[in-house]
Nanobody
């Protein structure tokens, strides 16, 4: 079992930055690829970014490419999401997840078996 806890969300003006953290307990994160998803009110949860177990390979949604950066520190059992040049359309609850299931795409929620509770990010215009 893995427990995930996100932190770092908040209210920021458009153009600003936030850094989200996802801390794990119960099992080492180095066993898993990790992802960040987000969900805005009335919308489905959508893929934001993912990183493989070693941190060498990353994946990004087109909407955040060039603005967001995912990274991980396996020694600290933590994954990060640096968000720059934030836009009002980035407003959502952000979730981290561990890709514990075999098969499938990192872009799909079905690949992930462990989820955090989420942290709210609100970008004002």
């Amino acid at each position: 079992q893995v427990q995930l806890a996100e932190s770092g969300g908040g209210l920021v003006q458009a153009g600003g930055s936030l850094r989200l953290s996802c801390a794990a307990s119960g099992r080492t994160l180095s066993s898993y690829a990790m992802g960040w998803f987000r969900q805005a009110p009335g919308k489905e949860r959508e893929f934001v970014t993912a990183i493989n177990w070693s941190g060498v390979t990353t994946y990004y949604a087109d909407s955040v490419k060039g603005r967001f950066t995912i990274s991980r520190d396996n020694g600290k059992n933590t994954v990060y999401l640096q968000m720059n040049s934030l836009k009002p359309e980035d407003t959502a609850v952000y979730f981290c997840a561990a890709a514990s299931r075999v098969g499938g795409s990192y872009y799909e929620t079905a690949r992930y078996g462990y989820w955090g509770q989420g942290t709210q990010v609100t970008v004002s215009s």
